[in-house]
């Protein structure tokens, strides 16, 4: 990039910055208002971007706002793939070029490739063989260096690299000396901030900040909130619901087949209408019903007999389960994605007359068998909770808070609490917040959690108030289910963010 700063460059009009997007279904209306603003703010006037659903080229197909560059589409590259004959020297000549230090870490990052989804809710089985994953290693980083070559962009935007058309994007713009912005949760009152890498790693976004008395007094409030007996609701997380009335449950699974089935319908009649590469995403209704039939099954069976009453006054640690396959554990932790594993090694490393509680995370209840947790609890020392138990008051009486790179984590570090991570995760700039290394050093370390460890509260008020400082308030949820551009294009909260993006780019 040149050494000009994007404002000055803006000022001076003596180049107009290009951007690149990865256009990830309905962020790709907020992803295409930051580039009208940018167009509006004379800072930018020539876009491209990787999309990766057929939502993501419906939303820019529709719009007549911006002529865009290149557009590849993650469907057709999959389509591609199937036809395509594989060639071993360039894989290994793309390894040494960006390998993590191999290929791997973009195969296990996505979902549909590594966990089959969407045809399993769960599953450990991939949905290609070896040979179809180097192929489409292969036709997709093809695609990203011709785009990125062709239109040699100044500024990548981007949510999240949670498939391996985004991660290929991002370690290939990041080799050419792109800047690369990611848009993300602060987790605190549902405001984001700007991080500069895909690991959520927030080590630069807190550096050297200088927090204003009312940052402070934010701070101050919000650490406040977790010294009580209620569970706390922030960032957008909703209190586990319970278990519905059966009748009524068995109609709102029926009811949401129909509607899937309709929404299912109108996709397949946009893609033929406009000759669309089939969304490979997109879960046929054969899949729906059996995965869903798989649910009621469990639902029906329970786990009841599975779990524990917490003894409150019993010596424990604490380590919630991961959705997944998810972000937070695929890309974040992707050698800690054996949750059962990890909860057998963290057990291994208690002092012996220490429980682990291991509770898992309500937006999984009844995708796992019941096998699955039958696993944990030959875990010796190991107790297995309900999952609409309070997890915050789980934490309050547990001595120690273990995690991948779960919030809860967070919350046990505001609360006093010592917290041990096994991934990369925002609260780790935080320096009372220890992350585990090889797993053979976990026992020391849960000894000096255990023994030494002292609440340092300033430095938990300066975090949160740096937190506050480096973030601002966003309608997140409401712009995401925002169907009207015009409702999103107008939104104050488009502008805010692109100043957040601007001085970001300045800053990193």
């Known amino acids: 990039m040149d050494t000009q700063t994007h404002s000055s460059a803006a000022k001076s009009s003596q180049k107009r910055l290009k951007i690149c997007f990865s256009f990830q279904r309905n962020f790709t209306r907020i992803q295409h208002a930051i580039a009208l603003e940018l167009m509006k703010r004379g800072i930018a006037d020539q876009f491209c971007g990787f999309m990766t659903s057929v939502k993501s080229e419906q939303i820019l197909l529709e719009q007549k706002d911006i002529e865009y560059g290149t557009l590849i589409s993650d469907d057709e590259l999959h ?134 008395k009312e940052d402070y007094e934010n701070a101050d409030a919000f650490i406040q909130r977790f010294n009580g007996q209620e ?35 109108k996709t397949q009649r946009y893609i033929r209408r406009h000759k669309l590469a089939q969304d490979y ?25 599975l779990y524990s009453k917490p003894d409150w006054n019993e010596d424990f640690a604490y380590f919630p389960l991961h959705v997944e396959p998810e972000v937070a554990v695929s890309v974040w932790a992707p050698f800690y994605d054996n949750q059962i594993e990890l909860a057998r090694s963290i057990a291994k490393s208690l002092p012996a007359h220490f429980k682990l509680y291991v509770k898992d995370h309500p937006n999984m209840l009844y995708d796992r068998p019941a096998s699955y947790y039958e696993k944990l609890l030959r875990i010796p020392n190991v107790k297995l909770l309900d999952p609409h138990t309070g997890s915050q008051k789980i934490s309050k009486h547990a001595k120690l808070i273990t995690t991948i790179t779960g919030t809860a984590g967070f919350e046990a570090y505001l609360m006093g609490k010592p917290v041990i991570t096994f991934g990369s995760v925002m609260y780790n700039a935080a320096p009372s917040v220890k992350k585990a290394g090889k797993v053979t050093d976990l026992p020391a370390l849960v000894k000096d959690a255990l023994e030494n460890y002292k609440f340092d509260k300033e430095e938990a008020q300066h975090f949160v108030a740096s937190l506050y400082h480096v973030s601002q308030p966003f309608a997140f949820g409401k712009l995401w289910h925002e169907a009207n551009m015009d409702e999103v294009k107008n939104s104050p909260d488009i502008s805010m963010l692109t100043d957040m993006l601007l001085k970001a780019a300045d800053r990193f």
Request: hydrophobic share 35%.
């Open 79 to 212: 389509e591609e793939a199937k036809r395509t004959k594989l060639d071993l020297h360039y894989i290994q000549e793309l390894e040494k070029e960006i390998g993590l230090p191999t290929l791997w870490p973009y195969l296990v990052t996505d979902r549909c490739i590594f966990r089959n989804i969407p045809h399993e809710n769960f599953s450990y089985t991939p949905k290609y063989d070896h040979e179809g994953m180097l192929r489409l290693l292969q036709v997709e980083s093809k695609a990203m260096r011709a785009m990125l070559d062709k239109e040699k962009p100044d500024l990548l935007i981007l949510p999240l690299t949670g498939s391996m058309g985004v991660q290929l994007l991002y370690e290939m713009a990041k080799k050419r000396g792109v800047k690369t912005l990611f848009v993300l949760a602060a987790r605190i009152d549902d405001r984001i901030t700007i991080c500069d890498n895909n690991m959520n790693d927030f080590s630069n976004v807190v550096k050297n900040v200088h927090p204003t």
């Open 231 to 265: 569970e706390v609701r922030y960032d957008g997380i909703h209190a586990p619901k319970k278990v519905q009335f059966p009748l009524k449950f068995v109609w709102d699974e029926f009811a949401g087949f129909i509607k899937y089935v309709r929404q299912y319908l």
């Open 281 to 305: 995403t997109l879960p046929s209704p054969r899949d729906y019903v059996r995965n869903r039939v798989k649910r009621f099954g469990r639902r029906l069976k329970g786990y009841k007999n």
